[in-house]
């Protein structure tokens, strides 16, 4: 999609610092970090939120689930714990269009959410 911001991130027209990419996913560091980690794994197909993902995309989520591990392993956090967060949609509050998901760790969260 050529007017979405994460898109742009995914094809390097605008920078943000990449932790992992191959041909399906990228993942790079929030730029408001919420936590000591606080990386992004999108998917390079434009989809715009949870509620968006077809059957079809699937494998897809499989893909960036297990991104998400992967990453929460390479920045240590794997054995303190994590939290995966998707937003969907403005009680959410997501505020980027394209489907994210939250890799988050480094310290003590609560719950519930705000
Ligand atoms: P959400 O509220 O779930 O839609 O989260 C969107 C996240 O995207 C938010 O935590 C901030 C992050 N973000 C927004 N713009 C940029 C950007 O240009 N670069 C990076 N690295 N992160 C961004």
């Not at 999609?1 to 994460?6: A, G, P």
């Not at 990228?26 to 059957?55: C, M, Y």
């Not at 893909?63 to 967060?85: D, H, L, P, Q």
Request: glycine share 10%.
């Amino acid at each position: 999609m050529t007017d979405c911001l994460f898109c742009k991130i995914a094809q390097g027209e605008i920078q943000a610092d990449v932790v992992f990419e191959d041909g399906d996913v990228v993942a790079f560091r929030d730029i408001n970090p919420q936590t000591p980690v606080h990386v992004l794994v999108i998917p390079r197909k434009h989809i715009v939120g949870f509620s968006d993902l077809t059957e079809g995309d699937e494998w897809l989520v499989g893909k960036i689930a297990r991104t998400a591990a992967r990453i929460a392993e390479a920045e240590g956090v794997a054995e303190s714990g994590y939290r995966c967060v998707v937003n969907n949609g403005p009680h959410a509050q997501q505020s980027v269009p394209h489907l994210h998901m939250h890799v988050l760790g480094g310290r003590q969260m609560s719950w519930p959410p705000g």
